[in-house]
């Protein structure tokens, strides 16, 4: 892959399977959470998500794409934001606000780089779908807000979303590897190319 000479496009996309999955995880295993544990773990998502963001952006602008590494600056710095006002509140009203925009932008953002830069930049193939879950989760924790549903359906949903996007990027990611491993034309597209 044209990526893999510049860079290793599959750790950023590990990491944040990684995070995605720690959470959902957690989510899964908890049985009543409430405000606390609502704080506490959705601050930490939120955070470590804005702290795996960043060698994504670097991995762009080592690969010249300016663009796409300053709205990925600008995800990572929502997602930084959203965690910190999470962690220092721990409040559902502020998990749902803080979080709902964090993800709904971020979202917006990786849904515009997966329209315009997906063949430029490997990751942003991968954004169609974790963009999509962003918008999706924040409008769902917008519905569980109006209908009271409370901390334990907030953290349901978010953990929920965080194990989609996991099992998408490691999927993703752990194939970007095998192909950065594979000698230059062995790949199966160069290996079908050849045959007459």
């Not at 780089?113 to 063949?119: D, E, F, G, N, Q």
Request: proline share 4%; charged share 10%; aromatic share 6%.
């Amino acid at each position: 892959m044209g990526e893999s000479n510049h860079g290793t496009p599959w750790v950023p996309i590990l990491l944040r399977s990684a995070v995605a999955a720690a959470f959902g995880i957690l989510t899964v295993f908890w049985q009543q959470p409430g405000e606390g544990v609502l704080g506490m773990a959705g601050g930490l998502y939120l955070l470590l998500t804005a702290v795996v963001l960043w060698p994504m952006a670097a991995l762009a602008g080592g690969l010249g794409q300016a663009r796409i590494r300053s709205l990925v600056l600008l995800e990572a710095a929502l997602y930084a934001l959203a965690g910190v006002a999470v962690l220092a509140l721990r409040s559902a009203e502020v998990f749902c606000v803080a979080a709902g925009l964090a993800l709904v932008v971020g979202g917006a953002v990786e849904l515009y780089l997966w329209k315009t830069a997906r063949a430029a930049f490997l990751p942003a193939r991968d954004w169609l779908i974790t963009g999509g879950v962003g918008v999706g989760t924040a409008l769902i924790l917008l519905a569980v807000q109006l209908m009271g549903l409370g901390a334990h359906a907030m953290l349901g949903v978010t953990g929920g979303s965080a194990i989609i996007i996991a099992v998408a990027l490691a999927t993703s990611g752990l194939g970007a590897r095998w192909d950065a491993r594979q000698p230059a034309g062995t790949g199966p597209a160069t290996t079908a190319r050849q045959k007459p």
